[in-house]
């Protein structure tokens, strides 16, 4: 099918128009026109242009309108052989972030373990420890650079492998180290390796999904964090009781346990259809579409409207075939919105305050807990935060960007204020007169503020700034992103402790301030993007004020045949 396939038919208050040879979208001036009609709803503005071959503002249909139409019309099940095969791709992909996320809950417990101390005396807070923690951010910001390049050129899967690859050898050598630098050396390359991993993963992860399914699958990717972080702070619980090296070297070990399953693994997945389609293979990418998301009908109405789409929104010569090229992220109005989001998305969402998750137990113990239930509490707070981001994934399908970004940071404000308002209460009262209901407080505030910010962002982290950004420029933008997390992950981690050891509960405040100046900035800023296409999302962008276009709704009617009717009121 090609653009040309489009027809037109059109009446005095009835326009239709045929995508293809069985998606059919209409147009009524009046609701009560639409016969049979069993739903009617709004749904987002977005107006998709098919090059037909009339020049009049009718021939512009609500893109949102074909894409639900496409939807109803469809029949892919999510228990069939071929939708089952597509979920274990999103799983391995899966463990990419898992990888990242194993990081976060490992170095807070081992840090805190007495013969890592003894080894390298790095201390609980400060400048040492702020610098062996930090050393991985260094990693992710220099990886990207690479990462780009190798998911243009190669395709999204090599840049998993390799990025596994590398990860499993920084594992060898902090597993293995008896000198400080040689743990800072693999703590570099283990940064460097995920950030070449979590550019590629959340790209295949966007770009292989059905568009219906979008917000859900590639959700569950950022949830690989806790999927890391979880058996991370279990396993290094248990670890915690051996007395010797071996209670930090077996985690750090274990380290690797998702990367060699992506090594295994994922070259048995199938590559992604859009960078089939921008390399030139039309008919891998047409099979892709037909097998997993038209279960195996070539007429799905699903498959014929991303078609269209990836014919006239995937560039057969641009900026991904040039491994030195960025341009394109900044050339043009819509790629500068497009650009913006991902930068917002890579400040705020590692500075919103949930960096103070590397020095968890820090924070415990600074409102009563001893050594025991420091490492219990980060471990309820893994499975607590990881509830709280099942249900933003859950709902990411249906739930307004938006006001999920600006009302979640708002509420983080707050459960900040209240985790620093008492253990600042905590800190004046005298020794002989601790009110362990205090520090309590301050322990619930603190796992409240993660389960609202997993819920907010943790679905969102990936899924944002992919969605955002165009197929020719998905791989080099996140590699941006991914520079951009690692330099704020540096700034996290490496004052951090510094800040701890020397303002103690005063750093929480700061992030309760600048939480309040993100809200704001979401709301003038961000642009709405569920309900949409990847590709049909360019009009928005390239409309005069992209974030107003994104808010507005129109009206749909569902017959009962499973037709949809645009209500142009």
């Known amino acids: 099918m090609s653009h ?3 027809e037109k038919a059109s009446a005095h208050d009835h326009e239709q128009v045929v995508i293809g040879e069985h998606l059919v979208l209409e147009k009524v001036k009046d609701v009560n026109a639409v016969k049979g009609a069993k739903e009617v709803k709004a749904v987002s503005n977005g ?13 512009h249909f609500n893109s949102t309108a074909a894409f639900a139409a496409a939807v109803e019309q469809s029949n892919l099940s999510p228990w069939s052989k071929d939708s089952l095969f597509l979920f274990w791709c999103m799983f391995v992909a899966f463990l990419c972030s898992c990888a990242n996320g194993y990081d976060g809950s490992l170095m807070t417990a081992i840090n805190a373990m007495p013969h890592y101390q ?11 420890t702020g610098l062996i923690f930090s050393i991985y951010t260094i990693g992710g910001i220099i990886g990207p650079w690479f990462a780009g390049p190798i998911a243009d050129r190669w395709g999204r899967r090599a840049g998993m492998f390799a990025g596994a690859w590398i990860i499993c050898i920084g594992t060898a050598i902090i597993a293995s180290s008896n000198h400080r630098n040689q743990f800072i050396a693999g703590r570099f390359i283990l940064g460097f390796g995920v950030s070449i991993l979590t550019t590629s993963a959340p790209s295949y992860c966007v770009e292989i999904c059905p568009p219906q399914w979008r917000g859900r699958m590639t959700g569950f990717y950022n949830c690989g964090w ?32 998702p990367s060699m399953v992506v090594i295994l693994a994922v070259w048995f997945l199938p590559e992604s259809p859009r960078w089939l389609m921008a390399a030139g293979r039309d008919d891998d ?20 409207l991303e078609w269209v789409e990836f014919k006239e929104g995937i560039s057969l010569d641009g900026a991904d075939k040039r491994w030195w090229d960025y341009s394109e992220l900044f050339n043009t109005s819509s790629a500068r919105w497009r650009s913006l989001q991902v930068l917002l998305m890579g400040v705020f969402g590692q500075f919103s305050g949930n960096g103070l998750g590397y020095f968890n137990t820090e924070i415990y113990r600074a409102v009563g807990y001893d050594d025991s239930m420091v490492f219990n509490l980060n471990l309820v707070n893994s499975f607590t935060s990881a509830i709280g981001a099942g249900f933003g994934v859950a709902l990411a399908d249906k739930m307004p960007r938006r006001k999920v970004l600006v009302w979640g940071t708002f509420v983080c404000a707050f459960m900040l204020a209240g985790n620093g308002g008492l253990s600042a209460r905590w800190a004046h009262l005298p020794e002989d007169a601790k009110n362990l209901n205090v520090g309590r407080g301050a322990v619930a505030f603190f796992f409240f503020f993660n389960i609202i910010y997993s819920f907010a962002y943790t679905p969102l982290q990936a899924l944002y700034p992919v969605e955002c950004l165009q197929t020719n420029t998905r791989a080099k933008g996140m590699a941006m992103y991914a520079v951009v997390v690692g330099a704020i992950s540096f700034i996290n981690l490496y004052a951090g402790p ?7 509960y005063n750093y929480i405040f700061i992030f309760v301030g600048w939480d309040i100046v993100e809200s704001i900035l979401w709301y003038f800023l961000a642009i709405e993007t569920v309900g949409r296409t990847l590709e049909e999302l360019e009009d928005i962008f390239s409309a005069r004020n992209p974030v107003a276009a994104s808010k507005q709704r129109r009206t749909v009617a569902v017959r009962d045949d499973g037709g949809v009717v645009l209500v142009d009121q």
């Open 4 to 6: 040309s396939d489009v």
């Open 47 to 59: 107006e998709v242009h098919f090059n037909l071959q009339y020049n009049s503002p009718s021939n």
């Open 118 to 128: 003894n080894k390298f005396n790095s201390g609980y807070l400060g400048s040492s």
């Open 226 to 257: 806790f999927g890391g972080s979880i058996p991370a702070a279990g396993i290094t619980l248990g670890c915690a009781k051996i007395n010797s090296d071996l209670s930090w070297r077996l985690p750090l070990i274990f380290q690797a346990a």
């Open 285 to 304: 990418a047409r099979a892709f579409l037909v097998r997993f998301h038209g279960s195996g009908n070539p007429n799905d109405p699903v498959v014929e």
């Open 498 to 504: 510094i800040a701890l050891e020397n303002i103690k």
